[in-house]
């Protein structure tokens, strides 16, 4: 049985477990812990078993969306704790398994762009006062606004967006016209502004050289936009966190692509 | 120039100003309290600059040559919905900028997490140095727990979560409640008998302090003894490659040592640790290797030469 932890609420999961049950593939959706049974064992040497039912079903692979949740309940961290350590220690496939860096494999862009030695991206700025400012000098950039609190996104910056400074913002400045989004899923990548996903040529070294990256992190179902200007390569944004809306032009490809990883 | 960034609220960091300052190390001193509550934030990723602002006084990023961070996800205690909301957007930003920039941070805030969840953090770090730690279990299930519990010789349980839990001795009394694990699970542990082991390290140097206490967790009772230790090459070598690895100057590392045999067994390293007791105890060798670590300007990342000052806005 696949599980896919997530909230209930999370359409993108809704809509994978839809998937799955089309093609009969038995397919839970839940962060719900007592609804499980579960035992990891270790021994002295750091030797790991883990039993994992929900009901009568094992669970043999896992999609992990996260516990976002704003509860701050001891209860709440006990549960978040325990999953991870379970799906860390989990034999089967995972999606976006947990690490030592992580419960999702947060991999901020600039961490990569070290890595690949590409460009930093045109402007990042988090603020909670007056960011508009540092974007108003370069009217060719885009500024899209995404939330530090939760890392979702809010909107482009334009001149009456309604901020206030009650919050920190992230501010990421990029040019539109040279800019592309992927979608990395499982082993497979889809280029997001392709109807069919497929990833031009010129791309494909990029890709291959970013998907291994992440993969160190586990990171293997994200949103990566990537900036193509003269300079050289610029990782803008990346996202553990895809949402349906961003590939359900390719929705079957992609949900096929994961559920093939989860076969692996 | 170094800046302080934490909360007066905490003795750790109150303590660690302290020992800066009465080592001369000019200091200019970011409450993330009064930040959070009425401060102004600007961090620029790509040109690598900040500010802060608290009451009309300016913390100019530009101007400091390391920093010492002790930073605490303060957002649960906040007074209100948005008050939450403004504090943890606050702490995140500040978490990610103080991981990117190219100055000494000790600690920088992203990096090793899993002390947040206890089993698996024991577990990749006990396998990766070769170190022993004690027997686990992590369950939701009863029967998976008493099945557990009979194969060892005493044991051990408390939360698997960073969220403070005291260790306490399975009692036969505690088998008559263990079906309330369904609802919240539980990490169980074999039992090590022997006194615990506090290492602290600071870059390349580490001081270890054993702890004879009369409880299970010494950390619930006083009148324990504190004595200080060698510590065996093996355990020295990889608390030593422990901070390389996840790139943490100071950690604070606990074993327990099984008094028969002399193992030691792993138990878990903190990124934040408190150890001001330990540091009194030592003659302030662990505030004197902090202070020496940040005037040593080691760990470089993206290489700005850098000064500083607070200045009014």
Known sequence: MVLILARKDDFTANMLKDHFKNLNIPCVLSNQMNKFQFGLTADCYGETWLSLQYGE???????????????????????????????????????????????????????????????????????????????????????????????????????????????????????????????????????????????????????????????????????????????????????????????????????????????? | MILCIGTMADQTFCHTVRALMSKNMKCDILDIGLLFLSGDIHLSFHDIDASFCINHLKYDFSNYKGMYARLVDISAQASSPALQKRASSFYQALRKFLSHIDIPVLNPPIGDQSNFTKLYHSVAIASANNWLMPRSCLTNNAETATAFIEKCNGVIYKGCSSVKTWARKLAPEDLERIELITKCPVLFQELVTGPDVRIHVVGEEAFAEKILSSSVDYRTIKGNQYESIDIPPIIKEGCLNLVKETATPFLGIDFKIEQNSNEWYFLEANNLPCYQGYDVRSGYKISSAITNWLKRNKYKRYGKDKNLSCVPA
Request: charged content about 20%.
């Open chain 1, 57 to 264: 079903n094992t669970i043999s692979s896992i999609i992990n969306r996260g516990m976002a949740t704003d509860e701050d309940t001891f209860n709440n961290s006990e549960t978040t704790a325990a999953w991870w350590s379970v799906m860390a220690s989990f034999k089967g496939p995972v999606i976006n398994r947990p690490s030592r860096l992580g419960f999702l494999p947060f991999v901020e862009s600039n961490v990569i762009t070290k890595q690949l030695n590409y460009l930093q991206p045109a402007r990042i700025v988090y603020s909670n006062t007056a960011a508009e400012l540092a974007f108003e000098d370069d009217p060719l950039l885009t500024c899209n606004i995404h939330s530090a609190y939760n890392n979702k996104y809010l909107g482009h910056l334009v001149a009456d967006s309604c901020l206030n400074d009650d919050e920190a913002y992230k501010f990421t400045g990029f040019n539109l016209d040279n800019t592309h989004s992927f979608l990395i899923a499982g082993d497979d990548h889809y280029c997001l502004s392709h109807p069919e996903g497929i990833t031009s040529p010129e791309f494909e070294p990029v890709l291959t050289d970013i998907k291994t990256e992440l993969q160190k992190y586990n990171a293997n179902f994200y949103y990566l936009v990537l900036e193509d200007t003269e300079q050289g390569y610029c990782l803008t944004h990346t996202s553990p966190f895809p949402s349906y809306e961003l590939y359900k032009h390719i929705a079957d490809q992609v949900e096929h692509s994961l559920y093939k990883y989860l076969l692996s």
